[in-house]
């Protein structure tokens, strides 16, 4: 099995940089949505906090394939996209600890306290461990480029 590339970890770990992700409907369209992600660095894993009735979490109910992009919107260019597996958890309530790792990261810690009386944190939650199986990077910054399959 190859090692996962580590050239973007410091790109995944920048805030306010949203996830695109990417579930397959039961007719096999695709649903794609934006979605504020933690990037878990020591076990190269991405997690997301989201809730327990959506669409993404219902079709990953019945196929737990994913794709992750995250990407820049400024050149020179940079993106990673990950196809993997995701982990669906049991529902956890409102999960405000989970839901403030991914605010925390996106919009820095002074928006919790604002953010948790909203109604997106007063859903029933469920947290999203997205395992990859293939990763593919590019940064045009840095001229870097690849694809790497872990699995």
Known sequence: ???RPKEM???LGESRRMARVSTTNPDTSSH????CYKFI???GTFFFSTGVDSVTVKNLNQ???ITVCIDDDEFPFRAVIVEGTAEVSETLGTDHEGLKTVIDQFFGPDMWESYKDGPVAKK???R???IPKKWKFWDYRRQL???????
Do not use: C, H, Q, Y
């Open 128 to 130: 999203l461990n997205v």
């Open 1 to 3: 099995m190859a090692e």
């Open 124 to 126: 029933m939650r469920v």
């Open 9 to 11: 970890d410091e790109f």
């Open 41 to 43: 660095l020591e076990e």
């Open 63 to 65: 196929n737990p394939a």
């Open 32 to 35: 794609i949505v934006p979605l």
């Open 145 to 151: 480029n690849g694809s790497v399959k872990t699995a």
